[in-house]
C-alpha cells in the first residue's frame, strides 16, 4: 500500500511561482509513472502531468505547457511539481497518484492564485 501526501501549496498572486512536493510511504513507487492531477470548486478532476518511472519522458496538460516543470527523485520517493507564471485559473487542490490513478488518493494540497 502506498500512502501520498502532498504538500507545499499556498496563497500566492499572479505570476507567482510554488513548488509542490508529493512523498510516497509505504512502498516504494519507483516502478510508477506518476502524474499531478487538480481539482477547482465545482469542478472534475483533470489531469496536469506525468512523468515515466525513469523521468525519461513527461506529459503536460495544454493549459500549463510551458510554466509546470514535473520532476521525480525515485531514492526519496518524491514527485515534484515546479509551477511558474501562475494563473488564477491555476487555483485548484492539486494531488499526485499513479499515470493510472490507481493508488490511494492523498488529501492534496491547496492552490490558490490571486488575480
Given at each position: 500500500q502506498v500512502r501520498l501526501v502532498e504538500s507545499g501549496g499556498g496563497l500566492v498572486q499572479a505570476g507567482g511561482s510554488l513548488r509542490l512536493s508529493c512523498a510516497a510511504s509505504g512502498r516504494t513507487f519507483g516502478s510508477y509513472a506518476m502524474g499531478w492531477f487538480r481539482q477547482a470548486p465545482g469542478k472534475e478532476r483533470e489531469f496536469v502531468a506525468a512523468m515515466s518511472w525513469s523521468g525519461g519522458s513527461t506529459k503536460y496538460a495544454d493549459s500549463v505547457k510551458g510554466r509546470f516543470t514535473m520532476s521525480r527523485d525515485n531514492a526519496k520517493n518524491?514527485?515534484?511539481?515546479?509551477?511558474?507564471?501562475?494563473?488564477?485559473e491555476d487555483t485548484a487542490v492539486y494531488?499526485?497518484?499513479a499515470e493510472t490513478m490507481g493508488l490511494s488518493w492523498g488529501q492534496g494540497t491547496q492552490v490558490t492564485v490571486s488575480s
Amino acid at each position: 500500500q502506498v500512502r501520498l501526501v502532498e504538500s507545499g501549496g499556498g496563497l500566492v498572486q499572479a505570476g507567482g511561482s510554488l513548488r509542490l512536493s508529493c512523498a510516497a510511504s509505504g512502498r516504494t513507487f519507483g516502478s510508477y509513472a506518476m502524474g499531478w492531477f487538480r481539482q477547482a470548486p465545482g469542478k472534475e478532476r483533470e489531469f496536469v502531468a506525468a512523468m515515466s518511472w525513469s523521468g525519461g519522458s513527461t506529459k503536460y496538460a495544454d493549459s500549463v505547457k510551458g510554466r509546470f516543470t514535473m520532476s521525480r527523485d525515485n531514492a526519496k520517493n518524491t514527485v515534484y511539481l515546479q509551477m511558474k507564471s501562475l494563473k488564477p485559473e491555476d487555483t485548484a487542490v492539486y494531488y499526485c497518484n499513479a499515470e493510472t490513478m490507481g493508488l490511494s488518493w492523498g488529501q492534496g494540497t491547496q492552490v490558490t492564485v490571486s488575480s
